[in-house]
C-alpha cells in the first residue's frame, strides 16, 4: 500500500505527517539558492557606461578650455593707433581724423572694422583703451576730455 502523507511547510522546515503511523517527521526544507553568476550583459553593460562618461568628461574638458580670453596681437607697432583727446568729441570721431577708419552700424552703435587697411577677422577685433583701461560703452558714445589718452588695439581672441 501506498503511504499517505500531509505535508506542510513551517519556515525553513518541513513537516511531513504519516496517516498510517501517526509519526510527524520534521526535516530540514531544501532552500534553492539564487544564481552567483555575474553575466556577461552585465559586463557589456558596466563598459558601454565607462565608455559615455569617459567621453561626456573629455567632451566637457575641451569646451572648457576654449573660453575667450583676449591677448594683444605680437606686433604691436603696427596693430596700435594712440591719441590725446580733446574736449567734447567722441573717442570714434578723433580717430577718423587721425587714421583711415571704417566702421559698422550695430543696435549698440558703431564700431570699428578696420584701421589703416588692418581688418577684424574671426580672431581678433579692434578694442579702444582711454587713459589705460578699456572701455565699456562704444567709442561713438564715449565723449573725450582734454587730456584723455586713448589708444587702439587690435586683440586676438585665444
Request: net charge positive.
Amino acid at each position: 500500500m501506498a503511504k499517505k502523507e500531509a505535508r506542510k511547510v513551517a519556515g525553513s522546515k518541513k513537516l511531513v505527517a504519516s496517516m498510517k503511523t501517526g509519526k510527524v517527521i520534521v526535516k530540514p526544507a531544501k532552500i534553492k539558492k539564487a544564481p552567483t553568476e555575474f553575466g556577461l550583459v552585465n559586463i557589456i553593460a558596466i563598459v558601454v557606461l565607462l565608455g559615455i562618461f569617459s567621453f561626456t568628461a573629455l567632451v566637457l574638458t575641451r569646451f572648457e578650455s576654449k573660453t575667450n580670453t583676449v591677448k594683444p596681437q605680437k606686433n604691436i607697432e603696427t596693430q596700435t593707433i594712440s591719441y590725446d583727446c580733446t574736449d567734447g568729441q567722441t573717442a570714434l570721431a578723433v580717430l577718423k581724423t587721425k587714421a583711415d577708419v571704417q566702421t559698422q552700424d550695430s543696435s549698440d552703435g558703431a564700431y570699428v572694422t578696420s584701421i589703416n587697411n588692418a581688418s577684424n577677422t574671426d580672431q581678433s577685433f579692434w578694442i579702444y583703451y582711454v587713459n589705460g583701461q578699456m572701455s565699456s560703452i562704444g567709442p561713438d558714445q564715449y565723449n573725450c576730455k582734454t587730456g584723455d589718452k586713448v589708444e587702439w588695439r587690435l586683440e586676438q581672441i585665444l
